[in-house]
Nanobody, 116 residues
Framework: QVQLVESGGGLVQPGGSLRLSCAAS????????MGWYRQAPGKQRELVAA???????NYADSVKGRFTCSRDNSKNTVYLQMNSLKPEDTAVYYC??????????WGQGTQVTVSS
């Protein structure tokens, strides 16, 4: 049973930076990709960034050039470096794991608030 635990959220001013971490316990065999979703109040959950087991990344248009997703396989940890944060980035951020085409592993979420 794989568990995902996020950390690193918090309150930051516009233009600031945060780094989220997602530590995975258990075997990641058959996990095709890890990713970060976010959900703002009243909005649907959206995929922000993802990284495959081979290291390929993709990003939502709204975060391209500002967010970087990376992974440290030796630590079973995935990161989301968020720079130039905007108030519209405020959301609960979830770490997720995909098997095949299904995002079926989820962390508990961490709150990110961008406000002056």
């Amino acid at each position: 049973q794989v568990q995902l635990v996020e950390s690193g959220g918090g309150l930051v001013q516009p233009g600031g930076s945060l780094r989220l971490s997602c530590a995975a316990s258990g075997s990641l065999f058959s996990i095709a990709a890890m990713g970060w979703y976010r959900q703002a109040p009243g909005k649907q959950r959206e995929l922000v960034a993802a990284i495959t087991s081979g290291g390929n990344t993709n990003y939502a248009d709204s975060v391209k050039g500002r967010f970087t997703c990376s992974r440290d396989n030796s630590k079973n940890t995935v990161y989301l470096q968020m720079n130039s944060l905007k108030p519209e980035d405020t959301a609960v951020y979830y770490c997720a794991g995909r098997r095949g085409a299904v995002w079926e592993l989820w962390g508990q979420g961490t709150q990110v608030t961008v406000s002056s």
